[in-house]
């Protein structure tokens, strides 16, 4: 049973970054989709970015691209997401989740419990 663990978060002011770390156990993030996705109170959840690293292969949102990057550590079996130039829009709730490649991917099996990420202007 594969278990994610995600940390990192945080309360920043806008214009900060954080990098958000999801431990995966039981999976081999080198050669799977994962993803990451948030919710913000009030909405539904968004994906956000997806890695494919077997190909190299990535997906932003248009909400998040060119500012947030994610990457993998093989050795580490760990997943990462950098936010960098945070707004007051992306406070939400991140969570990493697996398989998911990008939008078209059908909806991930398992979630981690979630990161809060807070911006304040």
């Known amino acids: 049973h594969l278990q994610l663990v995600e940390s990192g978060g945080g309360s920043v002011q806008a214009g900060g970054s954080l990098r958000l770390s999801c431990a995966a156990s039981?999976?081999?993030?080198?050669?799977?989709?994962m993803g990451w996705f948030r919710q913000a109170p009030g909405k539904e959840r968004e994906g956000i970015a997806g890695?494919?690293?077997?190909?190299?292969?990535?997906y932003y949102a248009d909400s998040v691209k060119g500012r947030f990057t994610i990457s993998h550590d093989k050795s580490k079996n760990t997943l990462f997401l950098q936010l960098d130039n945070l707004q007051s829009e992306d406070t939400a709730l991140y969570y990493c989740?697996?398989?998911?490649?990008?939008?078209?991917?059908?909806?991930?099996?398992?979630w981690g419990q979630g990161t809060q990420v807070t911006v304040s202007s």
């Open positions: 039981e999976y081999t993030v080198s050669t799977r989709c």
């Open positions: 890695i494919y690293p077997r190909y190299g292969e990535t």
């Open positions: 989740a697996a398989p998911w490649c990008g939008s078209w991917s059908s909806p991930p099996s398992y």
